[in-house]
């Protein structure tokens, strides 16, 4: 009789050790996925790199061209990759689209830093055609918003695929006179 209460014995003491063990695995992952694998919302900085060409003129007709150099910042702070596919950003004048900028697919590596440098020819005629442009220039800056959206995959520890949308707006603003330029930008990722 001894013998029958051996084996329930080591049979109850297996599935308590085992109970505790996943129990313990999935306070684990739950706070693995509370902290460490929440999402966070990349940092994107479009940073203008300078004026490349400005050409201004009032008289006979108004002209303008312009070109600006960009450098693109793409911060992920996550502890997935980030793989996001051919893009087009957007830049807006007063709620009118005045350029379209190419964004090539790249992969943003977890916790890493891109930097990709693009052009942006400002649609001239789409500029001067909008009521509010000469009062701006006399004002001395033009302010304009910029918007991108990058469709992608997260991967996180190369098993786990998800996919992803990170968005961007910059404010953007040119100082005429100075020709500099300042802009400030927000981000978020949505999964």
Do not use: W
Not at 147 to 152: F, N, P
Request: proline share 5%; charged share 15%.
């Amino acid at each position: 009789m001894t013998t029958g209460k051996t084996p329930r014995r080591g049979l109850k003491i297996c599935c308590g050790i085992t109970a505790i063990f996943l129990v313990i695995v999935v306070i684990v992952l739950t706070t693995l996925s509370l902290t460490l694998l929440k999402p966070k919302d990349p940092k994107i900085n479009a940073k203008p790199v300078g004026l490349e060409n400005i050409q201004f003129s009032l008289f006979p007709n108004v002209t303008l061209n312009v070109t600006l150099g960009m450098l693109i910042t793409i911060e992920n702070r996550n502890y997935g990759s980030f793989m996001y596919k051919n893009s087009t950003a957007y830049v807006h004048y007063r709620n009118s689209v005045v350029a379209e900028v190419p964004i090539e697919g790249e992969l943003v590596p977890a916790r890493g830093k891109i930097n990709t440098t693009t052009s942006v020819d400002l649609n001239a005629e789409t500029l001067i055609s909008n009521p509010n442009f000469i009062a701006d220039v006399t004002s001395g800056s033009l302010n304009m918003t910029s918007t991108a959206s990058l469709h992608g995959k997260v991967s996180l520890l190369k098993i786990f695929k998800f996919p992803a949308t990170a968005f961007s707006t910059c404010n953007i603003s040119f100082f005429i006179l100075t020709k500099s330029i300042d802009s400030k930008c927000a981000s978020k990722i949505k999964l």
